[in-house]
């Protein structure tokens, strides 16, 4: 029998997480399936959840719920938690410093115990997201993201911005056109980033002030596993993440076709591992309730047949009373 897992994200998937997450729990053979309705299942997954309806989360049938907490939403993952005491949670959070947030809530009780926090990235599935790597590159310098309303008034973003014009770096991603036309070229779909990155020297990728130095985007993966080092102003000190530097200690330096799929290799070893890691961890085992609920079935059953075949043998002995009289 296959278990039941729903993945769920209210205000939209994005597609690169929804492909790695929904891979990672078919291969721990679950019956997967995904959308912005919570509905009976045994494990609930919850990708973006920042507009979730408290009421289905309380009324659904589910024996456990995964939170994984790249988007960093802390007020909704506590109503979450309160929301359902009764099953198990477990949120996965990308830092020491992000677990550390979390864990304070407990102590102060907005958080409830009944939660438990591991520190473990979203599953990436590297065979998905890496392209062939081109040499010259198309581009020394890209930006693939959606114009920020942080632009316009927050000191690192504005900083982040100016390293853009310095770079003359070409832009890819909503908002640009009406912002910044000069920077910009187009929407891409995923699909086209994987080829992207893999004809670039470097990409920039900028993220909001909330998550900073708490999570990961795609970037720190889709470009290293391309051979493109990401020029991050979000990093996480946790860990020493293959092709992914800091934009203040940021040295251009041209970089060789060696180089560049050495940098692949490297990065497809580090996301590798940590899948692993994160796959081990989401190993649930919802059979202990299901088999304890056929136990008292097959109890229950025992107990009406061993009285069926008393009231037989009774019924028999009183039948051949009468027929040896």
């Given at each position: 029998?296959?278990?039941?897992?729903?993945?769920?994200?209210?205000?939209?998937?994005?597609?690169?997480?929804?492909?790695?997450?929904?891979?990672?729990?078919?291969?721990?053979?679950?019956?997967?399936?995904?959308?912005?309705?919570?509905?009976?299942?045994?494990?609930?997954?919850?990708?973006?959840?920042?507009?979730?309806?408290?009421?289905?989360?309380?009324?659904?049938?589910?024996?456990?719920?995964?939170?994984?907490?790249?988007?960093?939403?802390?007020?909704?993952?506590?109503?979450?938690?309160?929301?359902?005491?009764?099953?198990?949670?477990?949120?996965?959070?990308?830092?020491?410093?992000?677990?550390?947030?979390?864990?304070?809530?407990?102590?102060?009780?907005?958080?409830?115990?009944?939660?438990?926090?591991?520190?473990?990235?979203?599953?990436?599935?590297?065979?998905?997201?890496?392209?062939?790597?081109?040499?010259?590159?198309?581009?020394?310098?890209?930006?693939?993201?959606?114009?920020?309303?942080?632009?316009?008034?927050?000191?690192?973003?504005?900083?982040?911005?100016k390293l853009i014009y310095k770079l003359n770096c070409k832009v890819y991603g909503a908002g640009w056109d009406t912002n910044h036309k000069h920077l910009f070229a187009k929407k891409v779909r995923l699909n086209e980033t994987v080829k992207m990155y893999a004809g670039s020297q470097y990409a920039l990728g900028q993220m909001y002030p909330y998550q900073r130095g708490k999570t990961v985007s795609g970037r720190f993966w889709l470009a290293p596993l391309n051979g493109c080092v990401l020029i991050s102003e979000g990093l996480i000190s946790d860990f020493d993440f293959p092709g992914v530097i800091a934009y203040r200690d940021f040295r251009f330096k041209e970089r060789t076709l060696a180089e560049r799929k050495a940098l692949a290799s490297s990065a497809k070893r580090f996301w590798d591992y940590q899948y692993l890691l994160t796959r081990a961890l989401s190993k649930t085992n919802h059979k202990h309730r299901k088999y304890s609920k056929n136990f008292f079935i097959l109890l229950i059953k025992g107990f009406i047949l061993q009285f069926t075949l008393i009231h037989l043998l009774v019924q028999l002995k009183a039948r051949l009373r009468v027929f040896v009289k």
């Open positions: 029998m296959k278990y039941t897992c729903l993945l769920y994200a209210g205000d939209g998937f994005d597609e690169e997480v929804l492909k790695n997450v929904k891979y990672m729990y078919e291969e721990l053979e679950y019956l997967v399936a995904y959308g912005d309705v919570i509905t009976r299942t045994n494990l609930l997954v919850l990708l973006r959840f920042s507009n979730l309806d408290l009421n289905q989360l309380k009324n659904a049938d589910i024996d456990e719920v995964h939170i994984f907490d790249y988007v960093c939403d802390s007020t909704k993952i506590t109503e979450i938690v309160k929301a359902r005491p009764d099953v198990r949670i477990r949120i996965y959070v990308s830092s020491q410093l992000r677990k550390d947030e979390l864990e304070a809530l407990q102590k102060k009780k907005m958080l409830d115990l009944n939660a438990e926090i591991v520190k473990a990235f979203y599953p990436v599935v590297t065979k998905f997201w890496k392209g062939e790597i081109r040499h010259p590159t198309k581009f020394r310098f890209i930006h693939i993201g959606n114009y920020k309303s942080t632009y316009e008034d927050d000191l690192v973003s504005q900083e982040f911005l």
